[in-house]
Nanobody, 113 residues
Framework: QVQLVESGGGLVQPGGSLSLSCSMS????????MAWYRRAPGKQCEFVAA???????NYAESVKGRFTVSRNNFNNTMWLQMNSLKPEDTAVYYC???????WGQGTQVTVSS
C-alpha cells in the first residue's frame, strides 16, 4: 500500500520561506509525476506544482518564480521550496501521485503577520 507523508508546514510571516517535503513508502509501478496541491479555506483544491521523474517541472502561475519543486527518485521524496510567501498562500498542502488516488494527509501552511 502506497503512503504519502507531508511535513514542513507551519506559520511564517509574509515574505518568509518554508520548505515542505513528501515521503512516499510502498510500491507502485509506472508512476511518473509527483505533484503538490493546496486547499485554502473555503476554496477548491488547486494545483501548485509538479515534477516528472525526468525532472521536468510545471507550476501554477500564482507560484511561478517563488516556489521550486524537486525530487529524489531513489528515496521517493519530493520537496517544495516556497519563498516570498504571501497571505494568499495560506492553505493545506497535499502531495499526490498524479493520475492516482494516492494523497498525503496534508500539512498546514499559514502566512500571517
Amino acid at each position: 500500500q502506497v503512503q504519502l507523508v507531508e511535513s514542513g508546514g507551519g506559520l511564517v510571516q509574509p515574505g518568509g520561506s518554508l520548505s515542505l517535503s513528501c515521503s512516499m513508502s510502498g510500491f507502485i509501478a509506472n508512476y511518473d509525476v509527483m505533484a503538490w496541491y493546496r486547499r485554502a479555506p473555503g476554496k477548491q483544491c488547486e494545483f501548485v506544482a509538479a515534477i516528472a521523474s525526468g525532472r521536468a517541472t510545471n507550476y501554477a502561475e500564482s507560484v511561478k518564480g517563488r516556489f521550486t519543486v524537486s525530487r529524489n527518485n531513489f528515496n521517493n521524496t519530493m520537496w517544495l521550496q516556497m519563498n516570498s510567501l504571501k497571505p494568499e498562500d495560506t492553505a493545506v498542502y497535499y502531495c499526490n501521485l498524479q493520475g492516482t488516488n494516492f494523497w498525503g494527509q496534508g500539512t498546514q501552511v499559514t502566512v500571517s503577520s
